[in-house]
Nanobody
Framework: QVQVVESGGGLVQAGGSLRLSCTASGLPFGAYAMGWFRQAPEKTREGVSCINWLVGDTYYADSVKGRFTISRDNAKNTLYLQMNSLKPDDTAMYYC???????????????????WGQGTQVTVSS
């Protein structure tokens, strides 16, 4: 079965950095678009960043452009999100997700998601 597991969340001061990691097993990782989503209390979940299987196309929400970088290592079945210059507004539960099927990707991070991780909490203090 497919398993998606995030790690790397934590508590950081504003202006600091964190790197999230996500490993996915049970699927041909190199054929799947992947993404990071987040949900803050009392807010709807939003797409933070997505990347296609070829690493040639990425999406970033306007709120994180220039601060966050998504990357993937297909040899290690691992997705990353480097988060710099963190702000209190970045506080949320961050979820890693895999598209619902191979070679499925939308450039605005709206492709159907088939597999979610359990989430990792990121808290940014002011």
């Amino acid at each position: 079965q497919v398993q998606v597991v995030e790690s790397g969340g934590g508590l950081v001061q504003a202006g600091g950095s964190l790197r999230l990691s996500c490993t996915a097993s049970g699927l041909p990782f190199g054929a799947y678009a992947m993404g990071w989503f987040r949900q803050a209390p009392e807010k709807t979940r939003e797409g933070v960043s997505c990347i296609n299987w070829l690493v040639g196309d990425t999406y970033y929400a306007d709120s994180v452009k220039g601060r966050f970088t998504i990357s993937r290592d297909n040899a290690k079945n691992t997705l990353y999100l480097q988060m710099n210059s963190l702000k209190p507004d970045d506080t949320a539960m961050y979820y890693c997700a895999a598209a619902a099927s191979p070679f499925l990707y939308d450039s605005d991070c709206t492709m159907e998601i088939g597999h979610w991780g359990q989430g990792t909490q990121v808290t940014v203090s002011s």
